[in-house]
C-alpha cells in the first residue's frame, strides 16, 4: 500500500471497513440537502494531518507477528500481521511537544524505535528486534536511584526521573531496609534504649550486636523477641526469616534467603527502590515472596554493543511499552498494571518459623498461616477490577512524562525520544496509606454508623463499623496492625459512665490484668485517676465473616476465636497504697479485670492509652506463639486466633449501654488504627499513637 | 454496506422529512449570542408550552462538519426559558433512529418527569412524549438526554433551561454560555450505565474518530462556547450583563479565569453573598452565574488546562472567547442582588448515607461501593427527612456527583466547611477527597446518584437513592 495523507476526517487506523463506511457516511450526508443542519462557528485550525506508513517489524531477524506498533505521544495502538507489518497512522502533531518517535514493542525484545520518521513514502519503516537473554545476572549491581539533592550523574534514576524520585525518596518501600522497628524485631533489640543502666532496669541485656547498614559490631538492648535469637536459639544465625527478601531486595549477589543485617549501601539505604521493582521480569504468585521467588528478577547479562550504555546492556521492565531509551532498555509486563507486582511482597503464606513448634494440621491444613494476605483479599473483592495503583498511586497531571529531566528548563519532553504523555498517564510513586506522612487514605476506608434508644435512665447506641472504601480488609497487611472501636457517651461536658455492651478486646491494651479468683485489689503498678475495667464472658463467640477459614465456613464461631465479651462496669482508682487499689465505688463481679487508662477525651494523635474492656471493639488478625501468647510478631507464629478485620464492603455491628443522666445524650464514636499492639510498642518503646480513621457522633 | 453506514443512510432519510429551519452550509460568523430561546406556544403566562424535535444533525465545529444530533436543528438547543412557579410543557418528539429522554438537570421535577430509564421507559423513535412540571427554583439548569447519554450528548443533544425569579435585578444584557468539549465518546468504552447494554447503536461513531482526543486530554480546538470555536462576544463598554454558565462536555472540565471573576450564583441560584475566586472550576454538568460589568478593555475567557486525573496540568492555557467591548464607557455600578447572607449548616457528625467512589485511570469499571449499575443497592430515605450523605473518592480521577430531583447543601470539602451555605445538585470530588452534603428528602421516587462524566457514569458510576413516600 503506498504511503499517503489523509486528513482529520480520516480514521487513525488502518482499518479499512472503518474508513470505507466513513466515506461513505459523509458522502451520504452531503448528498441529504434537507439534513438538519446547526449552527456552527468558524475558526480553529484547518485539517489536520496523519501520515500513513507502513512499519516492518523482525525479532532476531524474521518478521514477528504480534508486535505492538505505536507512535509516542499517540494512544493509537497497532499490531503487526504474520508478515510483520502493520500500517499506522503517525500524528505529526505530537512534534509540537515531543519527539517525532515510532516504535516496536514484543514481551521478548527491549522496545526498538526510529526517530523522526519523516514524511510519507512508499518505503516502510524497519524496525529490528532482539530477544533479550532471560539469564539473572547475579553479577550485575543494583544501581544507584539518587535523591533530588543527589542526581547529578545519569546513572541515577533521579537524574532524569526527577518527579518520581522526589515522591518515592519519602516513602516506606524507600525506608524498608532502614526501618529501625523493623531492626528491632529481626534483632530482638531497643535501639531506643541508649544505655547498659537503662537497659537493665527494663529487663534487657546490654550487649553486642550488629549495626544496620554498615555491619559494625555495637552495643544494644536485647530485650524481646527477634528473628535472630526466635529462629537461631542455637548459636549462629542460619535462618533470617525471609525478612531481607521484601525488606531489602538489592542486596547484591545470590538472590533470596538473606540476612536482612547483609543490607548495606543502596540495598540498606533505599530498601524498594527503582532498579528492583523494575528489574522484575516475571511473577511466580506460587514461589515465595520477595525476591525469594516470587518476583522474577532479570538483572542484566548481556554485554552492551556500543560503549556509553554502562557495563550491561540496559533492561528495565514497567508499564509501558513506549520506552525506547537505550539507557533503559523498556520492555513492557502486565503484572505492573495489575497487583501481581504487589503480591510479590503484600501476601505472605508462612509456614511455622520457630525451630521445635508446630501448626495443627487440622485447621491449617495447607502446613501455612495466611501472614499477609491484602493480594487476596483484594483479588475476592468486590473492588479487584480496580488495581492497587488506582489508589496508592493516584495520578500527577502536572507530569507529561516519568522522565522529566527538562521540565525544568526546556518543557514537557522527557528526557531522549520523549513526548508528553496524556494528564493522569504518570502515575506518582508514594504508595498512599494510612501510615504515609500525610495520613493519605486514612478517612476513605471506614465508617462509623449510630444509632441510639434512650429507655429506663439508659442509652443504647448500636455502632455499625463498616469497610466502605478500601479494596482491602481494614487493617491489613501487617498483623500487628489493629483498629479500635472507642465509644462514648455524654450530657453536656458530662461523660456518661458505660453499663454494659461490646468492649475492646485484649489487644486493646492493658497494664495488668487479672482473672476471676484473683485479688482485684492488688495491682502491682496503679495509679490514681487509672482505671479498671470489669469484663465477663457470655460463653457465646462472635461469628463473624473474615478472611479465608474465618469467613468460608471452614470454621465455626468457638473456631474463629472472638469470644463475646461484656462490659460489667468501669471503677477508677482513688488511692494506691503499696499494691493495695481503693476505687470510686466496689469492683462488681466479672471474668476479667483490666487495669488501664482512660484518657479524656481521644484525639488523633494522641500517645495510645491502654484500652482493653472499654466501651467499643477491637479488629485485628491475631497471631499466637507457641507459648499462647497473642498478637505476637509474624515470626513466632504458630496459630491465628482470629481474624475479625474487616474485609471489602463488610461491616460489625456493636452494642454500647451508657447510663443516661439527660434526654439526649449524645454519643460519640471512633475508630482508631494502631500500628502495633499495646504491649509490643510499650516494651520495645516503639512510638505508638491513636490515629483516627473515622469518627461519628450522635 | 457496514451497518454505521446503512444507519447513516437511514438517518439522512429522516433528515428529507425534516420540517426545520437548515442553517447554511457556509461558515457562520465567529460572533457569538445566546442559544436561540425556545417559542412559548401558550399564551397562559403561568405555562410555557415549547416542542423539542431531536433529530440527526450535522454540526460545523470549527471548519470542519461532523454529523452528530441536534434540538429543533440548533447547537445547543433552544434555551428554553420560564419563571419560578411556571409550569413547563415541553413536548419531546423523537425524530433519532434510537430512544431517547430529556433530564431536567438540577430541576426537583416529579420522577416521572425526570428522563430517566430505571423503572420506567425512554421515548421511542418516531414518539413524542410530553414533560410537564411545575418549576419551583430559580436558577441555570439545563436539559440533555438521560439514555445513551455519553452518545447522544456529545453529539450535541443539549441546552439550557433558565429559570427566572421576580426578586432578581434585570441587568442590560443576559449571555448564556454552554461549553462543550468535542469528541469525547467512544462507542467502545461503554458498558450500558444509561443505556440498555447491547443496544448502544454506533451509527455515527466512525464520523467521531478522528476527533477521539487523547485520554480526556482536552484539545483546546475542540472546546466550543455555544457551538462556536474560540468566539468572540461584541458588546458596549458600560453594560452590565447576567453571564450563566454551563459546562455541557462529557468529561472534560473547565478551569475558567479571566480578568475579574464576581460570582452570583451557583448550580442552585443565587449564592448567598457574591463570590471573587481567581478561578472558576466547572465540572462536567456543574452551572455557576457571573455578573460583567464592562468597562472599555476587551478580555478573554481562558481555561487552564485541568485533567480529571488530579486536577491542574501541564499544558497551556487557552483563550476559550473574548469579550470585545466597544466604547470608552466606564463599568457599570455592581447591581443590587437580594443575596440572603445565609451561614452554612453546621455539620451534625454522622453520616447516613456513604458513597464510595471507585475505579482507575484509563479504566471502565467504575463503581459506586463496589458495584456498578444497575446491579446496585438502593439507599433509601423517608420523605421530609434529613439526611448526611458522605462521598469519598477512593478512585484515580476526579468525580462529578450530581443528585437527581434534589438540591443538596455542602457541609463539608476535605474536612473544611464552606464560608458560605452551598446548594448544588453536581459537587466535583477530587482524588482522596470526602465530600458531606445535607440533604432534605423532599421528593418522592427512585432517584440516580452518579458521577458526572458521562463515561463513568456508562461505565457503572451510578446509583439509586429512594425517597420513599
Redesign the interface.
Known amino acids: 500500500m503506498s504511503a499517503k495523507t489523509m486528513t482529520r476526517h480520516s480514521l487513525p487506523s488502518s482499518s479499512t471497513p472503518r474508513g470505507a463506511s466513513l466515506a461513505l457516511c459523509l458522502a451520504l450526508v452531503a448528498a441529504c440537502s434537507e439534513s438538519e443542519r446547526s449552527a456552527g462557528g468558524t475558526g480553529g485550525a484547518g485539517p489536520d494531518v496523519f501520515v500513513r506508513r507502513v512499519v516492518a517489524v523482525t525479532l532476531d531477524g524474521v518478521p514477528v507477528a504480534g508486535a505492538s506498533v505505536l507512535q509516542g505521544g499517540n494512544p493509537e495502538r497497532w499490531t503487526t500481521d504474520d508478515g510483520g507489518r502493520a500500517e499506522i497512522s503517525i500524528d505529526p502533531t505530537i512534534a509540537e511537544v515531543g519527539e517525532m518517535v515510532v516504535m516496536a514493542a514484543h514481551s521478548e525484545a527491549r522496545t526498538g524505535f526510529v526517530y523522526d520518521p519523516g514524511p510519507a513514502t512508499p518505503d516502510p519503516i524497519e524496525i529490528a528486534l532482539r530477544r533479550f537473554d532471560r539469564t539473572d545476572n547475579p553479577a550485575y549491581v543494583f544501581g544507584d536511584p539518587g535523591e533530588p539533592t543527589r542526581r547529578e550523574s545519569t546513572g541515577q534514576c533521579a537524574h532524569c526521573h526527577g518527579t518520581i524520585n522526589a515522591d518515592w525518596v519519602n516513602t516506606s518501600h524507600r525506608a524498608a531496609a532502614k526501618n529501625p522497628t523493623v531492626h528491632d524485631l529481626y534483632a530482638g533489640t531497643v535501639t531506643a534504649i541508649a544505655t547498659a543502666t537503662e537497659c537493665a532496669a527494663a529487663g534487657g541485656t546490654w550487649d553486642l550486636a550488629t549495626e544496620p547498614g554498615t555491619g559494625a559490631s555495637v552495643s544494644r538492648c536485647h530485650l524481646g523477641d527477634g528473628v535472630l535469637p526466635a529462629l537461631n536459639p542455637g548459636g549462629a544465625p542460619a535462618a533470617f526469616g525471609g525478612c531481607a527478601d521484601c525488606h531489602a531486595p538489592g542486596i547484591d549477589g545470590e538472590l533470596g534467603g538473606r540476612d536482612l543485617l547483609e543490607a548495606t549501601g543502596v540495598a540498606f539505604e533505599y530498601g524498594v527502590h527503582c532498579d528492583v521493582c523494575h528489574r522484575t521480569e516475571s511473577i511466580d504468585l506460587s514461589a515465595p515472596a520477595g525476591v525469594a521467588g516470587r518476583l522474577g528478577l532479570l538483572r542484566p547479562s548481556e554485554k552492551p554493543p556500543t560503549p556509553g550504555l554502562g557495563e550491561w546492556l540496559p533492561i528495565m521492565f514497567g508499564p509501558r511499552s513506549d520506552v525506547p531509551n537505550p539507557l533503559m532498555g523498556g520492555v513492557e509486563r502486565a503484572h505492573f498494571h495489575d497487583g501481581r507486582l504487589c503480591a510479590g511482597c503484600h501476601q505472605l503464606d508462612q509456614p511455622v518459623l520457630v525451630p521445635g513448634a508446630a501448626l495443627d494440621g487440622d485447621r491449617w491444613p495447607d502446613a501455612t498461616l495466611p501472614i499477609h494476605s491484602t493480594y487476596n483479599e483484594w483479588q475476592t473483592g468486590p473492588l479487584s477490577g480496580s488495581p492497587c495503583a488506582s489508589c496508592h498511586m493516584p495520578p500527577d497531571p502536572s507530569v507529561g512524562n516519568g522522565a522529566d529531566l527538562y521540565n525544568e528548563v526546556a518543557g514537557p519532553e522527557g528526557v531522549a525520544t520523549g513526548w508528553r504523555r496524556a494528564p493522569g498517564a504518570v502515575r506518582r510513586h508514594v504508595w498512599l496509606g494510612p501510615r504515609d506522612a500525610a495520613g493519605s487514605l486514612r478517612k476513605l476506608g471506614a465508617a462509623l454508623f449510630i444509632d441510639k434508644t434512650l429507655a429506663a435512665g439508659e442509652v443504647v447506641a448500636t455502632v455499625s463499623v463498616e469497610n466502605v472504601g478500601a479494596g482491602h480488609a481494614i487493617p491489613t497487611g501487617e498483623p500487628l496492625r489493629s483498629l479500635l472501636l472507642l465509644v462514648e457517651a455524654h450530657c453536656g461536658a458530662t461523660r456518661l459512665a458505660p453499663t454494659g455492651g461490646d468492649v475492646v478486646p485484649d489487644f486493646g491494651g492493658y497494664l495488668e490484668r487479672k482473672l476471676a479468683g484473683e485479688d482485684w485489689n492488688s495491682w502491682v503498678a496503679a495509679k490514681v485517676g487509672q482505671v479498671v475495667r470489669v469484663v465477663q464472658h457470655t460463653g457465646k463467640f462472635h461469628d463473624y465473616v473474615g478472611f479465608g477459614p474465618f469467613g468460608d465456613g471452614r470454621f465455626s464461631a468457638a473456631e474463629k476465636g472472638m469470644a463475646q465479651e461484656r462490659l460489667v462496669a468501669v471503677r477508677t482508682v482513688v488511692g494506691v497504697q503499696g499494691q493495695s487499689v481503693s476505687f470510686d465505688q466496689p469492683l462488681p463481679v466479672g471474668d476479667v479485670a483490666y487495669l488501664g487508662e482512660s484518657p479524656a477525651t481521644l484525639v488523633d494523635g494522641a500517645p495510645a492509652s491502654a484500652l482493653a474492656g472499654a466501651a467499643g471493639f477491637g479488629f485485628a488478625r491475631v497471631l499466637v506463639g507457641a507459648d499462647g501468647r497473642r498478637m505476637v510478631p509474624h515470626f513466632l507464629a504458630v496459630d491465628v486466633a482470629s481474624d475479625n478485620r474487616l474485609l471489602p464492603r463488610a461491616k460489625f455491628v456493636s452494642e454500647h449501654r451508657f447510663a443516661a443522666s439527660c434526654a439526649e445524650p449524645e454519643i460519640t464514636a471512633r475508630l482508631v488504627h494502631r500500628a502495633y499492639p499495646w504491649d509490643l510498642a510499650r516494651e520495645r518503646r516503639f512510638e505508638l499513637t491513636e490515629s483516627v480513621f473515622a469518627e461519628a457522633r450522635k | ?2 451497518r ?2 446503512a444507519l ?2 437511514l438517518a ?1 432519510l429522516g ?4 420540517n ?1 429551519p ?4 457556509a ?4 460572533v457569538l449570542s445566546s442559544p436561540a430561546e425556545a417559542v412559548d406556544l401558550d399564551a397562559d403566562p403561568l405555562v410555557v408550552h415549547v416542542r423539542l424535535r431531536a ?11 461532523y ?2 444530533f ?1 434540538y429543533n ?3 445547543p438547543g433552544p434555551t428554553i426559558r420560564a419563571r419560578v412557579g411556571d409550569t413547563l410543557v415541553v413536548e419531546l418528539e423523537n425524530a433519532l433512529e434510537f430512544d431517547t429522554t430529556l433530564h431536567w438537570h438540577g430541576l426537583s421535577v416529579p420522577y416521572a418527569m425526570d428522563g430517566v430509564t430505571w423503572q420506567t421507559g425512554a421515548v421511542k423513535p418516531g414518539e413524542t412524549f410530553t414533560y410537564s412540571f411545575e418549576v419551583t427554583a430559580a436558577g441555570t439548569f439545563w436539559y440533555h438526554p438521560h439514555f445513551d447519554s455519553e452518545r447522544q450528548v456529545d453529539l ?1 443533544l443539549y441546552g439550557a433551561l433558565i429559570v427566572e425569579a421576580p426578586t432578581e435585578p434585570a441587568l442590560d444584557d443576559e449571555l448564556v454560555l454552554i461549553f462543550d468539549s468535542w469528541g469525547e465518546f467512544r462507542a467502545e468504552s461503554g458498558s450500558g450505565g444509561h443505556g440498555t447494554p447491547g443496544t448502544r447503536p454506533g451509527a ?1 461513531e ?2 467521531l ?4 482526543t ?4 482536552p484539545d483546546p ?1 475542540r472546546w ?1 462556547v455555544n ?5 468572540a462576544f461584541p458588546s458596549r463598554s458600560g453594560t452590565s450583563l447576567r453571564v450563566r454558565l454551563i459546562n455541557a462536555s462529557n468529561d472534560d472540565y473547565l478551569d475558567l479565569h479571566w480578568s475579574q471573576i464576581r460570582q452570583i450564583a451557583s448550580d442552585q441560584g443565587l449564592l448567598p453573598a457574591l463570590q471573587t475566586p481567581e478561578r472558576l472550576l466547572l465540572a462536567p454538568g456543574d452551572r455557576a452565574e457571573v455578573e460583567w460589568l464592562l468597562g472599555g478593555d476587551d478580555f478573554g475567557i481562558h481555561a487552564e ?1 485541568y ?9 497551556e492555557s487557552h483563550e476559550l472567547l473574548r469579550v470585545e467591548t466597544e466604547g470608552s464607557r466606564t463599568a457599570p455600578p455592581a447591581p443590587e442582588w437580594p443575596f440572603s447572607g445565609t451561614a452554612a449548616s453546621s455539620d ?5 448515607i ?1 458513597y ?1 467512589f ?6 471502565s ?1 467504575w ?1 459506586i ?3 456498578r449499575y444497575p446491579d446496585v443497592t438502593i439507599e433509601e430515605l423517608d420523605l421530609g427527612s434529613t439526611a448526611v450523605l ?1 462521598l ?6 476526579e468525580h462529578p456527583f450530581h443528585l437527581h430531583g434534589h438540591a443538596f447543601e455542602v457541609l463539608a470539602v476535605g ?1 473544611v466547611a464552606p464560608a458560605v451555605r452551598m446548594l448544588e445538585d453536581t459537587i466535583n470530588v477530587r ?2 477527597e ?1 465530600v458531606r452534603l445535607r440533604l432534605h428528602a423532599d421528593n418522592v421516587g427512585d432517584w440516580m446518584a452518579h458521577c458526572h462524566l458521562l463515561s463513568h457514569a456508562e461505565g457503572g458510576m451510578m446509583t439509586v437513592l429512594r425517597v420513599r413516600p
Open positions: 454496506m457496514t454505521n453506514a447513516v443512510m439522512c433528515c428529507g422529512e425534516a426545520e437548515v442553517a447554511a452550509r461558515s457562520p460568523p465567529r433529530a440527526p444533525a450535522l454540526h460545523r465545529i470549527g471548519d470542519s462538519e454529523p452528530g441536534a436543528g440548533q447547537l450535541g455515527l466512525p464520523a474518530g478522528p476527533l477521539h487523547n485520554e480526556h486530554t480546538g466550543t457551538g462556536l470555536v474560540a468566539p488546562p485533567s480529571m486525573h488530579g486536577g491542574v496540568a501541564l499544558g451534625p457528625g454522622s453520616t447516613d456513604v464510595v471507585t475505579g482507575d485511570a484509563g479504566g469499571d463503581r461501593n463496589g458495584e458522605e469519598r473518592n477512593a478512585s484515580a480521577t474536612g482524588i482522596g470526602v
